[in-house]
């Protein structure tokens, strides 16, 4: 039994979106105003995480053209690179890429809900931090179950929280705006009027390198904070397998999905900086509530932080839904447990893949914060598209003949812009974050022993017909 081609446009673009919108757009610009001092340099900054997106976005296009199957990277690296590098993306994807961000997002989520439900009853029953992480837990196993009970099922529910998720940000993106431009006129104008100076300051610094701006390195790690909030660009890909006519909707999905999020990110910090003073805003973790307080009072932020409740909803249904597929893949080719590749025979489902992908994530609930985790993540998920990308270069040099019904245009333009930032975003992690980024390699390293050790118990006594 084999997954179907269920998935249209629409739910593709839903998948990305409701993958990509998450915490790191309310939290990161007030952490880069503080390493940046300038605000206008800041927003160059989110324009070039965008780039990288749509760059990397561009060049999966066309390896999911080639191979439009289940499983992202650990398709394009098997074909690419052979079976090591394959198990080691679908190892990272399992410990660290779905399973701590599905955990990381309900915990986030449970923390919003608490900051509302406390500020209406001030002995909610929310602010217990044990009922958070049961109540996290909780809500990983309905997901779960809702993405096990059939692919249409799991879709509908997904589109609804994305259209949610769209309508309250561009609510909050519109609201702004013209709370900014009414309540707010001399901030507005002189908030474009330093924009516009700090932006000039950042042209400078490109144009003269000794102009008093920030260091490139300092740059660079900053521009690896935001790109944070770009994370799951690539979404779609995991599930190229179950989307119809892949080879024209793919493409589209991937590319309009990660310009569309740059500009409402763009107009987002718009709505920040002219919502307060830069001041304020730099350092801030709750950077928008205290944007949504300055503009519309002090109200507005407990229900900010009820809106971003339900934005994460939509989060964690996106990766509780294209997490397993990486698994059901590994499983197919006999580099997991073969249960795992089993499809549920009334939904025709990955249900076992689901239900692993939710114990690990549960397990990360109860061992840690949804701080650690994020840091935990950041480094190693950085290192398989990476290699996926440059596989892309790989394949034009050794494999011309390949059938490519869809190429990424101005090749190698955007796959060596992708490689370039990235490059220099691990190389600043490295130098910045040393102790989470080895952390993250040891995690990474830790999957050749067990490539290799599955391959002699497992692998060689695995000759029954596949699931």
Known sequence: MELKRN?????????????????????TTGYALADMGQAGLVLVLWLIGGAAAIAGALSYAE??????????????????????????????????????AVAACALVFTEYLANFMTSVAADSLFADAVFQKFLAAGIIVFFSC????????????????????????????????????????????????????????????????????????????????VMFAYSGWNASAYIAGEIKDPAKNLPRALFWSAFGIMVVYFLFNIVYLLAVPIEELAGQGAVGAVAAGGLFGPEAARFFSLGIAVILLSAISSQIFIGPRVSYAMARDRMLFRSLGALHERYETPHRAILLQAAVSITYIFLGSAEMLMQYMGFALSVFPLIAVAGLIVLRIRRPDLARPWKVPLFPLF????????????????????????????????????????RFFAMTRLDAPRV
């Open 7 to 27: 998935i249209g446009l629409f739910t593709a673009v839903c998948v990305i979106v409701g993958n990509m919108i998450g915490t790191g757009i309310f939290g």
């Open 63 to 100: 390896l999911a053209s080639i191979w439009p199957e289940v499983g992202g990277e650990y398709v394009y690296l098997k074909n690419t690179f052979g079976k090591l590098p394959a198990f080691m993306t679908g190892w990272v994807s399992l410990t660290v890429g779905f399973s701590a």
């Open 415 to 454: 796959p060596a812009i992708y490689i370039a930032l990235t490059l220099i975003m691990m190389i600043a992690s490295l130098l910045a974050w040393t102790s989470t980024s080895l952390f993250a390699l040891l995690v990474l390293a830790a999957s050749v022993p067990v490539y290799y050790i599955w």
């Open 146 to 225: 809702m993405h096990i009970m059939g692919v249409r099922r799991g879709t509908l529910l997904q589109n609804i929280l994305t259209v949610i998720k769209v309508l309250i940000v561009l609510a909050l993106v519109i609201g702004g705006l013209i709370a900014a431009g009414g309540a707010h006129t001399e901030r507005l104008s002189a908030g474009f009027d330093a924009q516009a100076a700090s932006l000039a300051g950042g042209l400078a610094w490109i144009l003269h390198p000794t102009a008093p701006v920030p260091a490139l390195p300092e740059i660079a790690l900053t521009l690896l904070i």
